[in-house]
């Protein structure tokens, strides 16, 4: 089975005393939080237009970032909050590819500017500004928007992906990023060596984190000394100082064909000439934790089996990373749908839930759901048994069926009796199955009798469906 891709705590690179603790943020208070929230003159641009070709089929009409996550957010949700959480209050995303799904969300969510009109989060679509071509690298997205920053003027520009799921205190980036008087600084975290292979850029520090030299996705990975099975990955973070930004990404007339991602070609370049440092994500703090939670908590989900086991975590008693730590709270769309509901409660027809996350809107309806997480307006007919399997928004899933270790997305209807999950090579036939056997129903995508099934959530629905 593939493994998700997880920070690591190799000895040679553990954070120094001095480094921020729990304990610590807690003690601080309120005071030392909002200080550092302070970031009024840094912008924020979301490189939000990838692909996601790794999360097919879930990619196959929405870009990576709208892709939903844990019940009730979209990947994106992540990274918007945590620069809003630190006070970065002006925020750009870049999209491009399948961008709907993604502007509507933005739309409906993060309109930080009905209320003051210099906070914002805009969708900017790929418009050709600088040419012909669409964007060709993360480089080349903020270069043909390189008008904005001028625009703004801000002192510092964070430059940060959709793709990833974690909580950060951008703050505490930003601090060490002017305390050291740095031009560029790079979150960074060890990861193992066959993680980051061919996925991540591949970083390499002096005693003081400066960066001495950098690789994207090499096919093998310049290892930590001392500790061969580990490298310092690149999160595809980056804080720059503005005029080391636009100076970078100009140069006359812009990127080259080949410099255009900022990994492969703007950063090794500016190693040259200018003060780059890494950033150890590992002492970055909220001002809470839980005792089970994990202080750096960063998943790259950009595959479905990584993705699927991030949403499986949740579903925990004590998660690596916990949805409900109002300290640093995730923001996504407020819906006004109605609490879940579980009705039915006789033998072998009792509407229950162990052990999984369950959307506002749903029913469960004399059915079993373990280990699990559920969307918004699901219906689960009874006698069915759902277990270790996601469930997006609007899926309506007929009586006795039986699904297991299952990715169910939006706007499908499962008939009755339906097995998914039993029979590897039977559901090769009918479904997406990926490397390591789970079962991906598209979305929209349940074909009965040639005909494509869209559950009807305008009808009224009593318990029993």
Known sequence: MARSLEPVQPSILRPSAWLWSEKAD????????????????????????????????????????????????????????????????????????????LIDHLEAGWRLSDLLQDRFVKAVPAQMRTGDGWYSGTADAVYQNKHLIERDKPDLVAVFSADHIYRMNVAQMIAEHRAKQAEVTVAALPVRAEDATGRLGVIQIDRDWRIIGFDEKPSEPQRIPSEAEYALGSMGNYLFNSRVLCDALSGGTGPTPASQDFGGDVIPTLLKTTKVFAYDFRKNRIPITSRSEEPSYWRDVGTLSAYYEANMDLRSVAPSFNLYNQSWPIRTVA???????????????????????????????????????????????????????IIMDRVEIGRSCRIRRAIIDKHNVIPAGTEIGANV????????????????VQRGGLSVSGSTLVPDMTRPYLAEL
Not at 53 to 79: H, M, Q, S, W
Not at 425 to 440: C, L, M, Q, T
Request: glycine letters at 10%; hydrophobic letters at 35%.
């Open 26 to 101: 807690v003690l601080a208070g309120n005071k030392t939080m909002e200080k550092e929230r302070n970031n009024d003159n840094v912008l924020g641009i979301v490189l939000a237009g990838g692909r996601g070709e790794r999360l097919f089929p879930l990619t196959n009409d929405r870009a990576k970032p709208a892709v939903p996550f844990g019940g009730k957010y979209r990947i994106i949700d992540f990274v918007l909050s945590n620069f809003v959480n630190s006070g970065i209050r002006r925020i750009y995303v870049l999209t491009q590819f399948k961008s709907q799904s």
């Open 335 to 389: 819906y006004d749908n109605p609490p879940a509901k579980f009705v039915f409660d006789e033998s072998g027809r009792r509407g229950e839930s162990v052990n999984s996350i369950v959307g506002e809107g749903t029913i469960i309806s004399g059915s079993l759901v373990r280990g699990s997480v559920v969307g918004r307006n699901v219906r689960i007919n009874s006698y069915s048994l759902i277990e270790d399997s």
């Open 425 to 440: 090579a039977k559901d090769r036939e009918r479904y997406f199955v990926s490397d390591d056997n789970i079962v991906v």
